[in-house]
């Protein structure tokens, strides 16, 4: 069954492309419990026949992480349930039954660029920067920022930006990889919209391969991830769709690889 949004997420269906937006303005979008549970049960079921989501925030910052304002007087263990609520929540973005593109601009700091990282493509604007406040909130990571971004930039810049502060520009998070397209101000959503329509145009499990397995094998030595990969990839010629496209681009119905 289909969750309804709470009020600090917005929900908008363009055909099979959903939108969904942070709807937190006033307070830089920062994640309270509602708005962490609302993304949760919105990517454990997302509405039926979507193909892609275009995860975005409104205002002028994708988000501000943390609703700070929660951080009251919790236990350890309370503590630990609280981190655990946010990695389920992400792990349902990252492996979810739709590929997401988070479109990134100002401020993409603590848990909002952990919730960024749990995207499967990001497209920034040049208002975007990147930090993980957390040293000076006398806290660590807890949603799934130590084990997403140093596959992302690597421990030792993760390290960097907690013991220092420091704060990476658009520009530098685009070399990094924190980013894979940077278009100009106000066009991001606009880009990763025409990405998740490309991504829709997929066939499904092509998509659930990129999003399930590759991550997975990616993790693994070499020997039993080229084993993994011939499943995937046995797995994924058998489907009808795929025979049906590789017939069409034979028969001459099927785009060409073309550079832009
Ligand atoms: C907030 C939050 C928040 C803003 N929780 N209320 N995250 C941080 O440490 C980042 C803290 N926020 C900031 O550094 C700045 O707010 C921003 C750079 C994001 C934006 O600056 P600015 O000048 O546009 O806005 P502002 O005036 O600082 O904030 C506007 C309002 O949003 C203000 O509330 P108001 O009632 O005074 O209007 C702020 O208090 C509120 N606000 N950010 C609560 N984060 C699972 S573990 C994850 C751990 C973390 O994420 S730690 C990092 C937390």
Request: proline share 5%; hydrophobic share 45%.
């Amino acid at each position: 069954m289909q969750a309804r949004t709470p009020a600090s997420l917005h929900f908008e269906r363009r055909d099979a492309i959903g939108i969904l937006r942070l709807e937190r303005a006033t307070k830089r979008n920062a994640l309270n419990d509602p708005t962490v549970e609302g993304l949760r049960d919105f990517f454990a079921a997302p509405p039926e026949g979507l193909r892609a989501v275009v995860l975005h925030g409104a205002g002028e910052h994708f988000c501000a992480g943390l609703d700070l304002a929660e951080l009251s007087d919790r236990s350890a263990a309370a503590g630990v349930l609280h981190s655990r609520g946010w990695h389920e929540a992400f792990a349902r973005i990252q492996f979810g039954t739709v590929p997401v593109v988070a479109v990134l601009h100002g401020a993409v700091v603590g848990g909002g660029l952990e919730l960024a990282c749990s995207a499967h493509v990001r497209v920034a604007e040049p208002s975007a920067f990147y930090a993980l406040p957390e040293a000076q909130r006398g806290i660590f990571v807890g949603g799934g920022g130590s084990v997403r971004l140093p596959r992302i930039i690597g421990a030792h810049r993760m390290a960097d930006m907690m013991l220092t502060g420091r704060v990476y520009s658009a520009e530098e998070g685009h070399a990094l990889g924190l980013s894979t397209y940077l278009e100009p101000p106000g066009q991001g959503l606009s880009k990763a919209i025409e990405l998740a329509r490309k991504m829709a145009a997929n066939a499904p499990m092509t998509n659930f391969a990129v999003m399930h397995a590759l991550p997975r094998i990616a993790e693994l030595g070499q020997d039993a991830g080229l084993f993994m990969e011939s499943l995937m990839a046995g797995i994924a010629q058998s489907e009808p769709e795929a025979k049906s496209r590789m017939t069409n681009f034979l028969e001459k119905r099927a785009g060409k690889v073309r550079k832009d």
